[in-house]
């Protein structure tokens, strides 16, 4: 696979606080490995600049977009341990989990200052995510109920999220 260009327009682990996102993902029992630049990505299925996965390993390079590290991570969230041990650049070949992946990637953006879930989405949007009503803020408000659902029958839905719902 050839390696994309890097992309500017959107956010990249460089541009934010890693020790921030390597804590984020440590709450999962998540692993943050760094890739010296210009080295190859391990585990990323779509090659560099997109993020890795090994285990419980998300790896990535300053030019990684934030949304990609996101989402790689919340493949590997959304697994149950067993199945995680053994992922190797594929985490999943479920529409279910693909869908918790995503939604869950907009709601941990708000962890992450200098993010949130506006810029995310945008960015979801300017990498070329692709959602049926056109836009990741249109399928996260209108349509990812079913997500939602599937993320909060497993407990994974982040206490923010609950909170909010209980309020």
Request: proline content about 5%.
């Amino acid at each position: 696979m050839t390696e994309q260009a890097p992309a500017t327009a959107v956010l990249c682990l460089a541009d934010i606080d890693a020790a921030t996102a390597s804590d984020l993902l440590a709450t999962y029992q998540l692993e943050l490995v760094p890739v010296a630049s210009g080295q190859a990505i391990p585990g990323s299925y779509w090659g560099a600049p997109e993020a890795g996965l090994i285990g419980s390993k998300v790896y990535a390079r300053g030019d990684t977009p934030v949304h990609s590290l996101l989402h790689e991570a919340c493949h590997l969230i959304v697994l149950p341990p067993e199945r995680r041990a053994q992922v190797d650049t594929d985490a999943t070949d479920s529409i279910e989990e693909e869908d918790a992946a995503c939604y869950l990637q907009i709601l941990l953006a708000e962890r992450l200052p200098g993010v949130g879930r506006e810029r995310l989405m945008a960015d979801m949007d300017t990498w070329g995510y692709s959602f049926r009503l056109g836009s990741a803020r249109a399928w996260f408000e209108q349509d990812a109920e079913n997500a939602r659902d599937w993320l909060d029958q497993r407990g994974l839905l982040p206490d923010e999220v609950l909170a909010d719902t209980q309020a």
